[in-house]
């Protein structure tokens, strides 16, 4: 005896679902075409920064893997203001191409203030720019903790004419993509801040020596 099944699909049910994951794709295709344009405008203003204060920039990212440096150099004649990036994953390669302490990672993890500033102070040590930004943390999906959980993100700043760096830890919300994307305009943002000589202690940054 065979036994057949017929599967009844509620047609209005469909087409409604069909509407819903349009809305939704189409929503997502708006946010990271808004977010992608915010990020190209703020590139485009260290052509004019450049013309003003002639300073280089340099960079090292962590959780951002190059993606600050993929910004600013975007916009086309950015060599005049941009140097290098240093793309450093791994606490190895923090070790070896920033100077960062192996007592420091394991003291107080790769995402932590003391590293941020250590990376920071590395990519002026190593490079010809004037000022520079360090960025690590945990994008996720994995990788968070209680104590430092999904979209935590330390960023440090330093000028090359100052003997201390500013840091600060961010939260930022929303999934991997976004987590980064934050990072980016975050980093930009306070390069252009610097290069104003304005200080960001008003945006919550604390100095560190």
Not at 165 to 177: A, M, P, S, T
Request: with cysteine; proline share 1%; hydrophobic share 40%.
């Amino acid at each position: 005896m065979s036994v057949s099944y017929k599967m009844v699909v509620d047609d209005d049910r469909c087409i409604t679902s069909k509407r819903a994951l349009r809305a939704i794709l189409y929503t997502s295709f708006t946010n990271k075409r808004l977010g992608m344009d915010n990020t190209i405008k703020l590139a485009e203003q260290f052509a004019q920064d450049y013309a003003l204060h002639k300073h280089v920039f340099a960079t090292a990212e962590s959780c951002t893997g190059g993606l600050i440096s993929a910004s600013i150099t975007a916009v086309s004649g950015s060599s005049a203001w941009f140097d290098r990036s240093f793309i450093t994953y791994t606490n190895k390669a923090k070790m070896e191409m920033l100077g960062v302490s192996e007592e420091a990672l394991g003291s107080y993890g790769a995402v932590s203030g003391i590293v941020a500033c250590m990376m920071v102070k590395g990519a002026l040590k190593g490079s010809d720019a004037d000022i520079a930004v360090a960025v690590t943390g945990i994008a996720g999906p994995t990788g968070g903790s209680q104590e430092k959980p999904v979209g935590t993100v330390y960023i440090a700043f330093k000028r090359r004419c100052d003997e201390h760096c500013f840091v600060k830890r961010h939260l930022f919300n929303g999934d991997r993509e976004q987590v980064r994307h934050s990072t980016v305009c975050e980093a930009l943002n306070g390069l252009l801040t610097l290069s104003a000589s304005k200080s960001l202690q008003e945006a919550g940054y604390s100095i560190v020596s």
